[in-house]
């Protein structure tokens, strides 16, 4: 994991999202005055019913949004959770506004071998060697490595997937109440 940052970045973007059994509102930041970074910064807010630590955050960071666009939220943020079109359409009326993001760097490395039988993707990697017999691919949080004999692979790749969590979303300093 990469060190934590704090960056102003101002709400670009805002769509409700339904898929795979979740919702919640995906949300697209655009950092401003840095150097560090410089592509849009994605954040998923997820708005479920129930009380998880997850769905309570995804509540809060969509409450904090919309007092910034001095827009009232429910006395109960749980009906957040029935209403995410509404909530959308609410929060892209926040848009353009500047807030302060606590984020961290993260990576995610894939592994590709194509063989005769098909393709096999190993996921979260974190090293990779050519041994003579076969390619020794060591897993995040797994001791042993998963061998792929070299005679059976006719192309490989490694893959790397960088990204920005949003650990939090706050009001800038000189934003106001």
Known sequence: MGPVMRLRATLADVQAHRAN?????????RPERTRRVEEAIEHFAPLAPEQSVRAVAGRADVSRLLRLGRIA??????????AVDRVAELLLRARGREVLL??????RVRFRAWTDEGVTTVEDVEEVREEP??????RRGHRLPLRIPRERVVRHATETETWYQVLSIDRTP???S
Do not use: N
Request: zero cysteines; aromatic letters at 6%.
């Open 174 to 176: 000189d934003s106001g």
């Open 73 to 82: 939220p429910p006395r109960d943020p749980a009906l957040l959770a029935h």
């Open 21 to 29: 059994g979740e919702q919640g509102v995906r949300l697209r930041f």
């Open 133 to 138: 017999d076969s390619y020794a691919v060591r």
């Open 102 to 107: 606590t984020v961290r760097p993260r990576l």
